[in-house]
């Protein structure tokens, strides 16, 4: 089938709103085509499906075993809800608990006013912690990591979306990332848990930090505030690979301009 | 290429054999006796017996009482069978001298009738084997009748009979969900793939359970069976032996089985000369309990980080490397050989309606009798502790009973009739599980138990997705302050609402099942937890704020 070509179309209900989905496509990619918001963290437009925030859940057919938006394709006549009152406290208590675990003092942080796990808080009405920290929210729990000349890593802000990770496996190909250990001692380490600066695989393309949602990665030199993330670049890298953009047609086929990602 | 052994043949001489015993010594070399002094009594029975053509010394895997290692069991010709218990050196020697040696009982041994409920209760289909042969000898195996139904399988039935004999016999997963087997076979016979593949779940890691560990260890050509009888009806042609490190000598016995098997012609390349050929080998686990979820334990054979994937696809769909695979639990496996070799119906009439078969459980905790047991399902717990198990020490009360490890739940002593199986265990909010059962007396603090559960479950805790990673840690926290005395209302509340969360919407079961055991308790047990909290809020005093001098 040409890309061209339409693909069918099945009919869904999305909170209440009847709409024509594509086959194949997932519920989340549905919903934001139609104006529903399921709020994300972990999932980015372009990179593999991760599954790890949990923040997508959705109700289907009013089954108790929730769905993940952003991994479960649609079928025709489904019923999703995405905005019942569980679902709204499920999610709450996730960011809740993802706040919880590191030291997210937005007053000090250099993406304050561009971070996602801010905007989730302010737009799921997170504004209290109901969890004890288990440590002390004013001193780092981890030294910085600022031996890469153009990058800094706090792994204290860090949520584990492993946005990073796969944005350089997959999109850069250099692999540098990884989160090594497990449960609350999971870290993000640079290839086997060496300083940044001294990955010889990092190409200092600067994607990690890019698709970063917070403040854990950033470049060197940022003020508080200062800091300016762009995830979307790697929808636009996935989308100009699909469509070959960067192949020069005019010049036909074989000729040495060609440039295949 | 070696011809294939004659398991009709091998049958017979073994069985002669045995025959000109006039005595043997049966001394069980599981994990549960070595660890209890097996190695030493065994030397010394056979330093005693020396070269006899009339008495044997038997290392087997295991009987089942395991509280009272090491066990020895003498069988004599014309004598009921006398076990032996908590054999030590003298005892050894004793035995061998008097009971081995002329025939008298050795007296100053202790011993149990052979007819002891613990025993003579058990029906055992998966244990048929464990505790009469030598685990190391594919011969002993094949005497009891061993391989006999891979050799119908492969040479009376096609590979959609076998899968229909398999869904006709009701038998369900055994490693926890009780998913019915048939169903996955027929799955994987259907997917199309370049190579499918068979896998054995033993990475049991349920705090007290060691039911996988027993039948690995006691009788591992069983689970080689089960597996390769899987791989014929599925069009499987590689398996592993997924096992977790901590089971060494399980691991040993296992690759030595998977050698002589293949020596045999029973693995390998045209099993049995049916042209069908079939690989196998033993992977170790790296510590990690979530790597007994399937999708985890994909990712660890494949040498990767054992970190549990989205389903679907579902592994029968795209499973190791892509390609169709299914992955049972080892006691399931161990289950098929018997179902082939004794027919479905016969399976199907053991247990319940809707639980077939038998199920084996590792007792633990407050009873007079720990150890492995083998009972049809739709036996009561009660028949369990105080029947079989010789019921609590010390006149203590039974409280509750644990199944289903950190994923389950525990079951008070008001439901003590009711029957044990699938159904049942979760209408009361437990769960099968893998068959761990630990048992609590009245000393027990439930809250207690729920906190160590939770704790277990946090440390196991992957850290891939949010709610499991943070929520159990913060779910101990909870309980911790309860435990501690200093939980307030608001404190369990908050636990409440949290473990809702952490159920719904956990990627995998390990953080699905994390707050089972709170529920657990809480529903049986709430008085216990109201009774620990303070009403009043309790401020830290000035000592214990952090960082500030007092």
């Given at each position: 089938m040409s890309p061209r070509e339409p693909r069918p179309t099945v009919p869904v209900t999305i909170d209440g709103q009847e709409v024509m989905a594509v086959e194949d496509e997932t519920i989340l990619s549905l919903a934001r085509r139609v104006g529903v918001d399921i709020p994300t963290l972990c999932y980015l437009e372009g990179l593999s499906v991760y599954g790890g925030c949990r923040l997508c859940v959705v109700e289907v057919n009013g089954d108790a075993r929730l769905k993940l938006a952003c991994a479960t394709p649609v079928w025709a006549d489904m019923e999703v809800r995405t905005d019942t009152w569980d679902l709204r406290e499920h999610r709450r208590r996730i960011i809740e608990l993802l706040f919880a675990e590191g030291s997210h003092i937005c007053a000090t942080c250099v993406s304050n006013g561009a971070c996602e796990l801010q905007d989730l808080a302010a737009t799921n009405r997170v504004d209290h912690i109901h969890y004890d920290l288990g440590f002390a929210p004013n001193l780092p729990l981890e030294p910085v990591d600022a031996s890469h000349p153009r990058y800094v890593l706090d792994r204290d802000r860090c949520v584990r979306c492993s946005r990073c990770v796969r944005v350089c496996a997959e999109v850069e190909g250099a692999a540098v990332w990884e989160i090594a250990e497990r449960g609350g001692n999971s870290r993000l380490v640079a290839e086997m848990d060496v300083p940044w600066g001294e990955a010889s695989s990092c190409t200092s393309c600067g994607k990690c930090v890019l698709v970063c949602p917070t403040g854990a990665l950033s470049f060197k030199?940022?003020?508080?505030?200062?800091m300016r993330h762009d995830p979307e670049v790697v929808a636009f890298l996935a989308r100009a690979r699909e469509e070959e953009e960067w192949l020069d047609r005019s010049a036909g086929s074989g000729s040495a301009s060609e440039v295949r990602s | 290429m070696a011809s294939a052994i004659d398991l009709d043949d091998v049958a017979h001489t073994e069985r002669e054999a045995r025959a000109r015993y006039v005595r043997r010594a049966l001394v069980c070399t599981s994990t549960a006796c070595l660890a209890a002094g097996a190695a030493v009594v065994r030397e010394r029975l056979t330093a005693v017996i020396g070269e006899h053509d009339e008495v044997g010394i038997v290392p087997t895997g295991c009987p089942g009482l395991c509280s009272r290692g090491p066990l020895v069991q003498v069988e004599a010709r014309g004598e009921e069978p006398t076990v032996y218990t908590h054999v030590d050196e003298a005892g050894a020697t004793a035995i061998g001298r008097d009971h081995l040696g002329?025939?008298?009982?050795?007296?100053d041994v202790a011993t149990v009738p052979a007819d002891l409920p613990f025993f003579s209760r058990q029906q055992r289909v998966v244990l048929a084997t464990a505790g009469r042969i030598d685990p190391d000898r594919l011969e002993d195996y094949v005497a009891e009748g061993g391989y006999a139904a891979l050799a119908t399988a492969l040479t009376t039935m096609t590979p959609a009979e076998v899968v229909d004999a398999i869904t006709r016999s009701g038998l369900r997963g055994r490693g926890g969900a009780g998913y019915p087997a048939g169903r996955k076979w027929g799955m994987l016979a259907e997917a199309t793939g370049d190579t499918k593949y068979v896998v054995a779940n033993g990475d049991e890691g349920d705090p007290g359970a060691y039911m996988d560990r027993t039948i690995m260890d006691s009788d591992p050509h069983r689970v080689i069976e089960g597996l390769t009888i899987a791989a014929y009806a599925t069009g499987a042609t590689k398996g592993y032996l997924y096992v977790r490190a901590e089971y060494p000598l399980a691991i040993e016995r296992l690759e030595r089985a998977i050698r002589a098997a293949k020596r045999a012609r029973l693995l390998g390349r045209s099993v049995l000369d049916s042209g069908v050929s079939f690989d196998l080998e033993v992977r170790v686990g790296a510590g990690a309990f979530v790597c007994g979820e399937e999708t985890a334990l994909m990712a660890s054979i494949e040498g990767r980080r054992g970190l549990p994937t989205l389903r679907p696809p579902y592994p029968t769909e795209r499973g190791l490397w892509g390609q169709p695979t299914m992955i049972h639990n080892v006691e399931t496996l161990a289950n098929v050989p018997a179902i082939i070799a004794r027919g479905p119906e016969w399976f199907a009439g053991l247990g319940t309606e809707t639980s077939h078969g038998t199920k084996v459980f590792a007792l633990a905790g407050s009873l007079n009798d720990t150890g492995l047991i083998e009972v049809p399902m739709g036996i009561t717990l009660r028949e369990i502790v105080f029947d079989m198990a010789g019921g609590i020490p010390e006149g203590r009360r039974f409280k509750a009973a644990q199944t289903g490890g950190p994923s389950g739940g525990c079951i008070p002593a008001r439901f003590l009739d009711t029957p044990v199986d699938y159904e049942h265990l979760q209408d009361l909010g437990s769960m099968m599980g893998s068959g761990g059962l630990v048992v609590m007396d009245d000393t027990v603090s439930m809250p207690e138990v729920a906190r160590f559960y939770v704790a277990f479950c946090r440390d196991e805790s992957c850290g891939k997705c949010a709610p499991c990673r943070v929520g159990t840690e913060k779910m101990h926290a909870f309980l911790d302050r309860i435990c501690e005395g200093v939980g307030r209302p608001r404190d369990l509340a908050h636990l409440e609402s949290l473990c809702r969360t952490v159920r719904a919407t956990s990627l995998c079961g390990l953080g699905q099942s994390a707050p089972n055991p709170v529920f657990s308790t809480l529903e049986h047990f709430r008085d216990e937890y109201l009774d620990l909290l303070v009403e009043e809020d309790v401020e830290p005093t000035r000592e214990e704020v952090p960082g500030e001098p007092a």
């Open positions: 030199g940022s003020a508080i505030g200062e | 002329d025939g008298t009982p050795a007296s």
